[in-house]
């Protein structure tokens, strides 16, 4: 398994539409960088923000999970509570080829600052905008803007195809769009 490099990172977005909108080039003037990189791919957060909220004394149950449990936010700069949590989307939808899975790691600039990024593997044949999970681990208010990097996706292609895709096991969160709440 071999991670995949800028010219393969173009060329299926190019022709196989595997990010949409693709920026071939980064961009970093007066911005957090997004856009294609020597071996990956950093994505932009959008607009739309989930911030949890303690303000009903909901519980967070990934089988019951109740929208009380947080505030939606439609902004360009979120602002995450001290030692609090939101969930957002990228700006790219992605269509991962059956032979590829895809991580992805936060951003440095944003690390610096406190916050995490966590997002599971995209599995092979996953199509979507990828639900963002951000994490403010300091005790101060931190802030995420929107239309700018956040994350890198890296492409890992198998030595072979695998047996069965996440759109042969029909998975739950196929074609997502929009910031997708946990689903049973």
Known sequence: ?????????????????MIEP???????????????SSYGYDA????????????????????????SSFVDRKTD?????????????????????RDVLVICLGKSTYARCGLIVNVTPLEPEWEGHVTLEISNTTPLPAKVYANEGLCQFLFL??????????????GKYMGQKGVTLPRL
């Open 157 to 170: 292609k198998g030595d072979s195809v695998c047996d069965v895709s996440y759109a042969d096991k029909a």
């Open 22 to 36: 693709f920026v071939e080039t980064q961009k970093r003037e007066g911005v957090i960088s997004y856009g294609v």
């Open 1 to 17: 398994m071999g991670i995949m490099p800028d010219s393969w990172i173009r060329e299926m977005a190019e022709t196989k539409g």
């Open 77 to 97: 700069v979120c602002i995450i509570p001290p030692n609090s949590f939101a969930l957002a989307r990228t700006v790219e939808y992605f269509r991962i080829p």
């Open 44 to 67: 932009r957060v959008a607009d739309e923000f989930k911030i949890f909220t303690n303000v009903d004394n909901a519980i967070v149950d990934p089988k019951r999970f109740d929208d």
